[in-house]
Every structure is written in structure tokens, then in C-alpha cells.
Nanobody, 123 residues
Framework: QVQLVESGGGLVQPGGSLRLACAAS????????MGWFRQAPGSEREFVAA????????YYADSMQGRFTISIDNAKSTAYLRMNDPKPEDTAVYFC????????????????WGQGTQVTVSS
């Protein structure tokens, strides 16, 4: 089993920046990649970005390219998602997930999920 704990959410002003963290523990070596998803009220969960534990492969949703940056720190078993120039429409619960399959943009390929962290973009 793998446990994932997100942190770093909160209230951010439009045009600011925010970095989310996802600390992984447990049988991490059984997984190959980490991903970030988000879910706004009344909407389906959508893919944001994914990265291989090796750090060599990243994948972004087309709509997220440019303002979101995913990274990983193997020494800390932690994945990060930096959000630049956030907009009100980025308000959502952000989830991290771990995949045994590899980098993927679809939630069904992820085996473990965190509880999520709320991000609210508002002035």
C-alpha cells in the first residue's frame, strides 16, 4: 500500500503562485509515476499533470500547459505542483495519485489517491 498526503492548498490571489506538495509513504517502489488531478464543484475530476519517479517523463493536460509545473524529489518521496498566475477557474480540490503503470492522463491508471487539498483562487 501507498499513502499519499497533500499539502499547500489554501486561498491564493489571482496572479499569485502556489505550490502543492504530495508526500508519499509505504510501498513507493511499487509505483512508477505520480499525477495531479483536480475537481471543481459540480464537475468531473480532471487530469492536470503527471511525472515519472525518475523525473525523466512529464505529461500535462493541454489546458494546463504553461501555468502548471510538476516536479518530484525522490529523496523526500514528494511530488510537487506549482501553479503560476492562478485564475478563479482553477478553484478546485487538488488530488495527487500514484500509478503502478507509469505516466498517464487518465484516472483509471492510478492506484492510490490522497485525500485532496482545497485551492481557492479569489481576490
Amino acid at each position: 500500500q501507498v499513502q499519499l498526503v497533500e499539502s499547500g492548498g489554501g486561498l491564493v490571489q489571482p496572479g499569485g503562485s502556489l505550490r502543492l506538495a504530495c508526500a508519499a509513504s509505504g510501498d513507493i517502489h511499487s509505483t512508477r509515476a505520480m499525477g495531479w488531478f483536480r475537481q471543481a464543484p459540480g464537475s468531473e475530476r480532471e487530469f492536470v499533470a503527471a511525472i515519472a519517479w525518475s523525473g525523466g517523463g512529464t505529461y500535462y493536460a493541454d489546458s494546463m500547459q504553461g501555468r502548471f509545473t510538476i516536479s518530484i524529489d525522490n529523496a523526500k518521496s514528494t511530488a510537487y505542483l506549482r501553479m503560476n498566475d492562478p485564475k478563479p477557474e482553477d478553484t478546485a480540490v487538488y488530488f495527487c495519485a500514484a500509478s503502478r503503470s507509469g505516466v498517464a492522463g487518465v484516472s483509471r491508471f492510478y492506484d492510490y489517491w490522497g485525500q485532496g487539498t482545497q485551492v481557492t483562487v479569489s481576490s
